[in-house]
Every structure is written in C-alpha cells, then in structure tokens.
C-alpha cells in the first residue's frame, strides 16, 4: 500500500505526535495505533475502530543486555504483550478490523497459530460489528491462546493439518462466502504494526535505534518495520534506518533457507518466483512440516515472504535461525528481568545474543527486540522448563529436542513441616 504523501497533511516532525497524548481522553489520541492516524491515513480518524491498543512498553534490560553481550544501557525489550489481547497482533488487528467495517463485512476469518484468533476474537466481541470465524490446525495452537478465541465466542473450526494448511482453506473459504479475511497477507495488517516502530521511536526520544530484531514466522512484523523505516525516510522524519534482523525458529526456518542458502533477494522487486517455487516443492515432496516450541512463528509457508525481502534491502538486514533450546534459555533470562513472554517472542534475543557472538551486531550499539507476546500466551511451555517433573519437561519440550534448562528456577520441595520449611527457606533464599 502506498500513499501520495505530497496531497496529505503530513507532521513536520515526529515529536509533533507527542501533542496528541495531550488529548488522550479522545479514544483515536489514547490509542497506541491511531494517534500516529496522520501515518496511515486510509481513512478519516473517525471512522478508526480501537479498544485501547499499543499500551506498550519499551524497557532497557541491562539483565538481558549481560546475556547477550551488549554493553548496559544498550539492550531494549519492546513488550507487546501488553496489548488488550496479550500480543502485537491488535496493532493490525485494529486496522484491519477499520478496512473491515468501512466496506461493510458482517463476518472476519483468520488462520491461526493462536495470537491472530485471540485478537480477531477479542475485536468482534468488544465492538460486536461482525462475527469471528477461525481456522487452526489440529493440535497446533497453545491453550492460553485457544481459550481466548473460545471465551470471546469466535467460531473455531479445527482442520486435520497445520497451519499452512488452515491458511490455504482460510482463504478459499473467504474467497467462497465472501467473508473478510484478516491474516496478514491484508495490508491494512500491516499498517497497523507499522505503529510498533513508531512507538519504540517515541520511546528512544525519536532518536534512531542501530537494529531493530525480530521474531520470523509471517513475517508481517519484519514487512511492516521495513515499510514504516521507508516511509520516514522518505518523508524525512528520520536521517537514517536502522538494520533489522529476522530471526527464525530453526525448525520453521524457511525465510533463513531461502535468503542465507540459496541466496534469495529482493532484486529491486523482482525476486526469483522459480527459487521459491522450487524450495516449497521440495519442502513438499519431502515432506518437511514446521515444527518448533515457538508455536506463534511455526509456519513454512510465510504469506509476506516478497515483503519481508523488501524490508530485508530496506533495512541492509540479516536473517538467523535460533534453536528451541536457545529460544527457551532466552524467555529465561527476559522473565528473570521482569518481562515473562512467549516462546516464540524471545527468538529476538537468542538471535541477537547469536549475532553479537559473530560479531555482525557490535556491543555498544543499540539494539531492541521485540517480544511480540505474554507469557501467559504459552504457559505449559513456561511451566515445564522450569518444572521438577522429568516427565512433564519431556512430553512438553524433550520432543522438541529441549535437554536441559539451564536457568530453571525449580520449586523447592519440603515435607508438611514448620522446621522443615524455614530450614528451606533460610537455604535457599
């Protein structure tokens, strides 16, 4: 989506944008998506949907800083999760749900790994403007997540398959019945996420980050971050991007393979069509399905792949792969400081702590990561890394190829006994 900025009315500044907390007892001010409105203007401010989205919080954690191997004071934490839903999904959500009511849909769809129904769900049943349909895979989406989609009463169909699967029937499905569809591969997704940039900016003092890192699975986040450092750029609200870094979960890896193996690019917009053709054929005639702990990015299949390229050119980015191990040892140190998210959210710090080991991401530059989810989104996950019981570690994670916790914070053990009790306490505290 592009916009003729030269007939908007466009800020002559970014801190112009700060006037509008001033009036935050307007809903579109309040909002964490809308007060930007002047930077995604598709429609008049009026007609923009909010339920108090991009509350967020950018945090320096010097904890997380150590773990990494950035200097202190150089390591930031942008924590979605404090978003009405739990994830940064309601950044988009509220913009597409805006597109949504102004053509007139009655009914919304979605495929989803589990942040995209909870918010969908949330939307429908806060503003009752339509009704939520949603498509997961069997056994593939986290329960904290399944029971917000089942308490907002959206309609949950459940598929044999994965998500790539529950994406290509979402769509045909929306095609057929004529209902709006709001994964991602929508660009007014997109616009709305691009507001996650503007308020890690707001936060920095407008000042520019040095990389912005990023969990991989659509790859709607790295799409949206790429076109809003463009079109600052481009307006001159900022004198330089920052570099992004796209992390993906080692067993949901396709955006690594394509770009650090087989060398796909950009290209100036013609990226090759028979390289991405040809990988999914193979992925397919062997079989391969996503697979990873991180069950908001398990997906093989990224619906913005073309855009997230552009995003990579824009921004002179690096993609990675992070190990399920990594990402879990990663959520330990973020909780540790305060911060408990998803699995899949702490892949940005694995990924940076993996980039600053080579070298390509310096210790004195600045660097944010972003946890695109709560903790709470994914609690089994939590529970068994830092668990007592073998067995629920194994059944949870050990299949997943997880051996060890090595920052576990085990429960203490004791007898129903007074003196037992303070001894453990006075050991262990």
């Known amino acids: 989506m592009a916009y003729d900025w030269d007939r908007l009315s466009v800020p002559a500044s970014l801190p112009w944008f700060e006037e509008k907390w001033a009036r935050r007892s307007d809903p579109h001010c309040f909002s964490g998506v809308w007060r930007f409105h002047e930077l995604l203007p598709f429609v008049p401010v009026a007609d923009c949907v909010t339920i108090g989205e991009g509350q967020t919080l950018l945090q320096c954690s010097n904890g997380v800083a150590e773990y990494v191997g950035v200097s202190s004071g150089n390591l930031y934490l942008q924590y979605e999760g404090m978003n009405p839903s739990g ?27 589990g ?14 403007l339509m009704r939520a349909v949603i498509f997961v895979g069997s056994g593939k989406i986290a329960y904290g997540k399944l029971s917000q989609a089942l308490d ?15 994406m290509a029937r979402v769509k045909e499905v929306s095609s057929k019945l004529g209902i709006y569809l709001v994964n991602s ?114 997906i093989n299949r990224p619906v913005n792949l073309e855009k ?18 990594e990402m879990l040892d990663a959520k330990a140190q973020v909780g540790a400081g305060g911060l408990g998210c998803e699995p899949a959210s702490a892949a940005s710090v694995a990924g940076t702590k993996q980039l ?3 070298g390509v991401i310096g210790r004195n530059e600045r660097v944010v990561c972003i946890l695109t989810g709560h903790q ?30 090595a920052f576990a914070n085990r429960a203490v053990v004791v007898p129903n006994d007074l003196d037992e009790i303070i001894k453990a306490i006075q050991l262990y505290s």
């Open 376 to 405: 709470l989104k994914d609690p089994t996950a939590t529970v068994a890394y830092h668990t007592t019981d073998q067995q629920l570690f194994n059944d949870v994670l050990g299949k997943r190829g997880v051996r060890r916790a």
């Open 152 to 166: 907002y009463g959206a309609l949950t169909v459940q598929i044999a398959g994965d998500f790539d699967d529950a």
């Open 356 to 358: 600053v080991q080579e």
């Open 185 to 298: 591969v929508n660009p007014f997704r997109l616009e709305g996420q691009k507001t996650i940039m503007l308020r890690v900016l707001e936060a920095l003092r407008w000042e520019v980050p040095d990389w912005i890192v990023v969990p991989g699975g659509n790859l709607g986040n790295s799409s949206a971050f790429g076109k809003a450092f463009y079109e600052l750029k481009e307006l001159g609200l900022i004198d330089r991007v920052p570099r992004l870094a796209i992390i993906n979960a080692a067993g949901a890896n396709t955006l690594h393979r394509l770009v650090d193996e087989e060398g796909l690019v950009w290209n100036g917009g013609r990226p090759d069509a028979r390289l991405i053709q040809k990988f999914y054929q193979t992925m397919d005639s062997e079989g391969r399905r996503a697979s990873t702990i991180a069950s908001a990015i398990e």
């Open 308 to 325: 997230c390229l552009r995003a990579l050119d824009v921004c002179d980015g690096v993609v990675r792969e992070v190990t399920d191990q």
């Open 115 to 128: 942040n995209t129904s909870a918010s969908l769900a949330l939307y429908c049943c806060v503003t009752k």
């Open 87 to 113: 994830s940064f999904k309601d950044n988009g959500m509220s913009a597409a749900f805006t597109h949504a009511r102004f053509v007139g849909a009655t009914r919304a769809a979605c495929a989803s790994t």
